[in-house]
Every structure is written in structure tokens, then in C-alpha cells.
């Protein structure tokens, strides 16, 4: 329905698909999936409980937007919004409760009881920013550019804190952190069984972490044009979740399967050797190339250059069997002899 309605409102609307097949499609997906596999399992039924929720909210949000931008704000609107930015608040806790009980999904102890009771206090800011006013909040997840409406009353006592409310919800993904800290608790407490589970939800944090430092490392290091860096950075933002979320589904059904810290160490290893072997080719074809710049005329220096890629190039390519040699080796845990 949002993939629908958003071509109604949102221009471009190419980027508003963008997020919808990177983020909430498939988040549903997961949560889906993972309910078919295991409906029984309280893990598996907060996360469809999360995508659904989740979905739900970015339906409505893209039904509003389509909805001013053929008529207007219309008789009633304040109702519907508070509805949609409820939805988005509460798929949000059930994400945090998701990661905070990860794997098993039970409470078991007394401060996990606590943090996350209290968190669905969070439910209620949406009403509470309707009631303080001035004007409504929205989640701004596929319409961006929403009209300024204003509350149709105000209720005295709670406008005091409607500056705190409206804080709370533009900050509300940040509570998945919540979550995350006490995933770390657990994961010192944790059984071995849960604790290479646990792995594949940190792995995939970090490896998305990296995703978003390595663009502005390069465009602090003038690698990268900021341009770009902006241009990339909701590619790089939007699947953060989603890619934890899919690491998630997988420690829970297939983590005995694939060792989480083996495919690291090999990954890492291999990866940098790859790495290593393309570093060295252009360094040394480039340092040919530099060379034969300074002292021949430049149309010879092009040919020198030309010359030296085709020359080291079947080096190159020995180097990369070597490499996907020595992957395959140490995948069979067999012996080179």
C-alpha cells in the first residue's frame, strides 16, 4: 500500500522506494519468516510483532501523505496521526524488547523487568504531544515534508511538557540502544549456546558500524567528495537494522551451521589478502607509470604504462588463485602438499 500511495506525495519518489525495500518490506519479511518457522517462539512473534506494527505505521503515514496531497488537511487528521505515531513507537519497543531478550526471549532477571516495563510509558508521548500542542509530530519516514497542523486543544497541565515529549519521539530509534546494552548484559551471563547467537547480532552492528565509518573517513582523509559521501549516507543508514534484524533470524535457526567467528576470521583474512594483492598491482603500476612521466614525454609514458599493467597483469591473476586456493583449502581443512 505505502509503495503505492507514496508516488502521490513524495517527489522524487524513487527515494521513498528506496527506504521502503530497503527497511520496512523487508523487516516484515524476517518477521514473517521467522513466525512460520517457529510460531511458538516469544523471540519469533515480537519481531513479526515489530514488522507489523512497523508496516502498519508506514501504510498510514503514506495514506495521510497522499491523502493532504489531494485534499488537504482534512476534518479528523489529528486522530489518524496519533494512531500512525503511535504504531511507529510501539513497533520500536517491540524491536528493543526483541534485542534486550535475545535469544530465548524470556525475562530473567529483575532489572530486565524493570527497563523494560517502564519503556512502555514510551507508548504514550504521541498522545502527549497531541494534548501539549502546538502541532502534531510525524514519523517522517516516507513523507518528508508534512504540513505544520496544529492541535485542535490543548490541555493546560501537559503542555509543560510537550517540548520533552516531541524530544523523546524524533529521538525514539535511539531506544533500540536500550535494548542493545542489556543484549550485552546478557551476553555475559549467557550460556556458550546463547552467546554464539548473541554473536551474529553484534558481528552484524559492527560490520554495518563499519559501513557508515569508512565513507567519512575517506571524506575526512579528501578520498571522497562530501557530495557523495551525503548522497550515500541513506543507503548506508536505512539497512542498519534491517541487516541486524536478518543476522538475528539466522542465529536463531542456523547458527550451528555456520560458526559466526570462523566466517569472521576467514573473512577478514582473505579479505584483507585480496585487498593486499589489488594494493599492490596499481601501487606498482602506478609507481611504473609515475616514473616514466618524469622522464619520457607523455605520450611515451602512457605506452609505458599501458605496457606495464598487460605485463604484471598474469601476475595479478596467479596472485588470485593462490588466494582462492588458499580459501578453498582452508574451507575443506585439508592440507596443501
Known amino acids: 500500500m505505502a509503495a503505492l500511495f507514496t508516488p502521490r506525495f513524495a517527489h522524487p519518489y524513487w527515494p521513498a522506494w528506496v527506504f521502503l525495500f530497503l527497511q520496512p518490506i523487508p ?15 516469544p ?21 495521510l501523505g497522499a491523502g493532504v496531497e489531494s ?11 496519533l494512531i500512525d505515531t503511535t504504531l511507529d513507537v510501539v513497533a520500536i519497543l517491540f524491536a528493543v524488547r526483541f534485542f534486550a531478550l535475545f535469544p530465548d526471549g524470556r525475562i530473567e532477571r529483575r532489572h530486565e523487568r524493570i527497563v523494560l516495563g517502564s519503556l512502555w510509558l514510551v507508548a504514550l508521548v504521541p ?4 494534548l501539549a500542542g502546538p502541532t502534531l509530530a510525524f514519523p517522517k519516514n516516507v ?15 501537559v503542555s509543560p511538557i510537550g517540548a520533552f515529549a516531541r524530544g523523546m519521539y524524533q529521538a525514539r530509534i535511539q531506544l533500540l540502544f536500550v ?3 542489556l543484549l ?19 558481528y552484524s552492528i559492527a560490520l554495518m558500524g563499519v559501513a557508515q565509518a569508512v565513507p567519512q573517513a575517506l571524506g575526512v582523509a579528501g578520498a571522497l567528495p562530501h557530495s557523495a559521501i551525503e548522497a550515500a549516507s541513506p543507503y548506508l543508514q536505512t539497512p542498519i537494522l534491517t541487516v541486524t534484524l536478518i543476522a538475528s533470524v539466522v542465529a536463531m535457526f542456523r547458527y550451528r551451521a555456520l560458526d559466526i567467528d570462523l566466517v569472521i576470521r576467514r573473512s577478514l583474512v582473505y579479505g584483507g589478502l585480496w585487498l593486499g594483492i589489488g594494493a599492490a598491482y596499481v601501487g606498482v603500476a602506478s609507481a611504473l607509470g609515475i616514473a616514466a612521466s618524469r622522464r619520457l614525454p ?6 609505458v604504462t599501458v605496457a606495464a599493467t598487460l605485463a604484471f597483469g598474469p601476475v595479478h591473476r596467479r596472485l588470485e588463485r593462490l588466494a582462492v586456493l588458499l580459501r578453498e583449502v582452508g574451507d575443506t581443512g585439508t592440507e596443501l602438499t
Open 27 to 41: 523487516i516484515l519479511g524476517v518477521g514473517v519468516f521467522a513466525y512460520a518457522k517457529a510460531p511458538g517462539h
Open 43 to 63: 523471540t519469533a512473534r515480537r519481531l513479526l510483532l515489530a514488522g507489523s506494527f512497523y508496516g502498519l505505521s508506514v501504510g498510514l503515514e503514506s495514506v
Open 71 to 81: 485534499r488537504g488537511v482534512f476534518a479528523g487528521f489529528w486522530i489518524w496521526n
Open 127 to 130: 498522545l502527549a504531544i497531541v
Open 143 to 157: 513523507f518528508l515534508s508534512p504540513p505544520r497542523v496544529v492541535t485542535p486543544f490543548t490541555v493546560a497541565w
Open 179 to 181: 535494548g542493545l546494552m
Open 184 to 202: 550485552l548484559i546478557k551476553f555475559r551471563r549467557s550460556s556458550i549456546e546463547q552467546r554464539q547467537q548473541i554473536k551474529w547480532v553484534l
Open 298 to 303: 607523455v605520450g611515451a609514458a602512457i605506452v
